[in-house]
């Protein structure tokens, strides 16, 4: 049977300096229990900007509106700030400046349109879990992490269960880099990108 909907991932796709060493922080875990490691051709290292689920056939529509949102965008620096465990993830924090803000805005509000009321099965099935400003937020915009809820991170991987301890032996590597394109991806568990769909350089 034709996929009807598709999970996609808009996501910022970070230097080859930061993927490298998010690689190697996601293979240290890996040892500790990791549910899955980075890699450049699966699990891509991301920073989500906006995450939902859109009928399949809006996918050429979603890569239009996005090449024209770049080509406004110009590139951007994302100041790394900390190592963090958040609800079993172990994630490096960005400084949310000015600019990613607004791009994550406005990738929101020109695509939200596009996925015509549709929710990832993930959300659908953990919707009474959220809080109130979470469920409005899904049902919304199809995505409980907008605009003050907006975090921008890099997830190395996720364990069954969260301990801060872990973080203690993490190499000290700086994830500060210069932010050149994001990229259009479909997810996967664990908020994961499992496939590249397409790239787009800003201007």
């Known amino acids: 049977m034709e996929r009807k909907s598709i999970s996609c991932n808009v996501a910022i796709c970070p230097s080859d300096a930061v993927i490298r060493r998010a690689a190697q922080v996601s293979r240290i875990?890996?040892?500790?229990g990791g549910l899955f490691t980075l890699g450049r051709k699966t699990y891509y290292p991301h920073i989500t900007l906006y995450m939902s689920e859109f009928p399949v056939k809006n996918l050429r529509v979603i890569e239009t509106v996005l090449e024209e949102i770049a080509s406004m965008t110009r590139p951007f620096r994302l100041t790394a700030i900390n190592y963090r465990t958040h609800e079993g993830s172990i994630d490096v924090r960005f400084k949310r400046n000015r600019t990613v803000a607004e791009l994550h805005k406005r990738i929101?509000?020109?695509?939200?349109?596009?996925r015509e009321g549709l929710l990832r099965r993930k959300d659908l099935v953990r919707f009474?879990?959220?809080?109130?400003?979470?469920q409005k937020n899904l049902r919304k915009w199809g995505y409980d992490n907008v605009f003050?809820?907006?975090?921008?991170?890099?997830t190395f991987t996720k364990l069954r269960q969260g301990n801060r301890s872990i973080l203690s032996p993490l190499p000290r590597f700086n994830f500060s880099f210069l932010a050149k394109e994001f990229a259009l991806f479909q997810?996967?568990?664990?908020?994961?990108?499992?496939?590249?769909?397409?790239?787009?350089?800003?201007s």
């Open 128 to 134: 009474r879990q959220f809080n109130q400003q979470k």
């Open 108 to 114: 929101v509000h020109r695509l939200n349109p596009l």
């Open 29 to 32: 875990l890996k040892r500790s």
């Open 148 to 154: 003050s809820q907006f975090s921008p991170h890099l």
């Open 187 to 202: 997810s996967a568990e664990h908020g994961t990108c499992k496939k590249l769909i397409a790239r787009f350089k800003l």
